[in-house]
């Protein structure tokens, strides 16, 4: 009974794959799928930076004050980066996408740290830390990827 409520589960979820696959980057390696993981992720940064002060709170000190407009202009710059991200992913071996996406993780980059160490308007958490993490993740794969991906 067992095997067979297990193959049917296997063979459902395989099912569902075969539907998604072909809407999934077609390129060669593993950056393309990043790029499309870290731009639905960004999606739901904007469309959360939209609708409350909540989570972006979260990231900076108590005595920086955020704004709904502030908030709003975060959302909008997220939500820019992910479009640029989201292109990337399917077009991971044209250079100036490829170079777009990278210059999209080192203002991230740039941003978190400098509020971070410079500024001192955030603190360390998962909130600050996340962004940190994944821009120069993303960064680091991208520098040392450029010529695999980016074939002259």
Known sequence: ??????YALSTALLQMLDRI???LPQSEG??????LLVATT??????????TLRLTKRIYDKTAVVTPLQARTFAVWTLTSAVVRFYAAYNINNKAMYDMALFTYLIA???FSSELLIFQSAK???GVLSPCIVSTTSLIWMFQQYEYYVRP
């Open 1 to 6: 009974m067992v095997a067979t409520s297990h």
């Open 21 to 23: 696959i072909p809407y």
């Open 30 to 35: 593993w950056l393309g799928y990043w790029q």
């Open 109 to 111: 980059f740039g941003h």
């Open 42 to 51: 960004a999606v739901f940064n904007s469309v959360q930076n939209f609708l």
């Open 124 to 126: 360390i958490n998962a």
